[in-house]
């Protein structure tokens, strides 16, 4: 049943069941259309990553005030002694290197083979002013 007469049923009865199929039916239409949307995009443009948006204003984190010595670091030079005195306390301590010798090796991967015409015709599409991704060359 097509949207437009799920409406026009809720508006003749009123009733809870009726407004329930009306909204399922929105819903599955917008879904289908969104649907559509992006695989047109997947098919017309690179890949499924031209759906993110790359170049927007980052919001920075949210995190909590830097405490030294119980006070906040909430002004550029109390957070700059703070830094440079936690790193001097530091600077003289031993460091124990043998952990390292307990991490397992880990095997190296194999490459698959390309050509190097191969690799040039793909990033050939690519601009240079942007920062390189992984994702893109996949």
């Known amino acids: 049943m097509s949207c437009s007469k799920n409406l026009e049923k809720y508006r003749s009865f009123r009733s809870l069941a009726n407004w329930k199929q009306f909204k399922k039916t929105v819903k599955n239409i917008k879904c289908s259309f969104f649907n559509q949307k992006i695989q047109e995009i997947v098919n017309k443009a690179r890949g499924l990553w031209e759906l993110i948006k790359r170049v927007r204003k980052r919001n920075l984190p949210v995190v909590e005030a830097i405490k030294y010595n119980d006070h906040l670091c909430l002004e550029i030079n ?11 306390m530091t600077q003289d301590q031993h ?28 990033i050939a599409k690519y601009n240079n002013s942007s920062a390189p991704e992984p994702d893109k060359l996949l």
């Open 78 to 88: 109390n957070l700059w002694h703070a830094l440079h005195s936690m790193f001097n």
């Open 95 to 122: 460091i124990n290197i043998e952990i390292l010798e307990k991490i397992p090796d880990k095997a190296p991967e194999e490459w698959l083979s390309f050509l190097r015409e191969e690799f040039i015709k793909a």
